[in-house]
């Protein structure tokens, strides 16, 4: 079973955290490196100590990373804003089975029948979907000699130090989640993998209707039905299980007290259940193409098709839609002693692919955008021609 990790808040003063390596060091660690206390002499003497032995450096640098950079980073990386979607963390195996099982069909009492048909067998319609981990990415920093020197010139620099090798790589890896996950919406709406229901576009003329529609929509999916997954089985979404996605212009556009009268739900409830993404139709195609280097699976957007990204108005989802685990994470490095620095690897394993079996709707309107050109009328050169059978006339547009 998947678990979700901990999330840890660090607390302690630089001091504290030089003293808490120290404490859990080696004997030649705490025989050389002295007790820091709060005068920038102190941090200075343990500085030229660190600076001066490399045995005793790579020591101090691993522990400060191993120890306490997945706490710091906590309170500075950027986090992605969907990860309340993951499924939490698998710690043994590639593959997680899916298993559904289908709606028991109704018998006729007769005690003349049962006589016969009493020990003959029914067997459940089971169905099962495995997601599989699709996903090994790594992320690299290096750290000199001389940017460990000027860690040492302030107390503030010490945890700085952390910052800099940890922000840049766990950023990374959350920004690259969130766009997996928007590619999957993306990719799965292109390829008829989810359900659309056909709308106006949001606009302030509109907000009535797309609220009412909304609310439907969300009183619908409280009762079994088959319409709104992919695999066609009877299942149903409570209130409480919805999701709402939408862009950053809906949002600004719909009206979140009527959005929450349609879901039934008190305003502040609306709003852990409400969901933003930048925008349904943009892509960072150059990011993607980093992400799934090598990945046969993955198809690039074309422009026809990120024209039709553009119909997304929002989304409706299950909370366990995404199948998303987190299978490996891991932290290491290797000091390079002919460069004088050291390289730090974050490695990232991860399962990302959603059920067949739960809700997920999309409210996609056919109306033309107002912002992109329309194309009214084409007038052709010459206006007018006189051709026998089998001719063929040559016209050119204005």
Known sequence: MARKPQKLELTAESPKILNAIRDSASPEYQNLVPVADDTIYSLREIGGVIMTYQPIRNEFLNALINRIANVIVSSRMYYNPWSFFKRGL???????????????????????????????????????????????????????????????????????????????????????????????IQRAYLDGNIKTIETKAIAADTVKSITAQAKALSNTLTFLNSQYNQAGVSTSSNKSDQIVIMDTIADATLDV?????????????????????????????????????????????????????????????????????????????IYNPEGLYWNYFLHVWKTFSYSPFQNAVLLVSTTPDPAQPRIDKVILTPTEATANKGDTVNFTQQ
Do not use: C
């Open 90 to 184: 698998l710690e043994f195996g590639e593959t997680t089975e899916e298993i559904f099982v289908n709606l028991a069909s109704p018998h006729q009492f007769s005690p003349a029948k049962a006589e016969q048909e009493v020990f003959k067998r029914v067997i459940p319609d089971v169905k099962s979907a495995f997601h599989s981990m699709n996903y090994q990415k790594f992320y690299k920093q290096t750290i000199s000699n001389d940017m460990l020197k000027q860690a040492f010139l302030s107390w503030e620099g010490v945890t700085d130090l952390i910052g800099r090798i940890t922000d840049s790589i766990y950023t990374g890896a959350n920004q690259d989640e969130f766009i997996v996950m928007k590619y999957m």
């Open 257 to 333: 007290e009527l959005l929450a009268g349609a879901f039934n739900l008190p305003y502040a409830d609306l709003l852990a259940q409400r969901v933003m993404i930048d925008s349904f139709s943009e892509t960072d195609d150059e990011r993607l193409a980093l992400i799934f280097d090598g990945d046969a699976s993955y198809v690039p957007f074309t422009l026809e098709e990120k024209q039709k990204l553009q119909n997304i108005q929002m989304g409706v989802f299950d909370r366990d839609w995404f199948m998303i685990f987190d299978n490996l994470q891991e932290f290491t490095e």
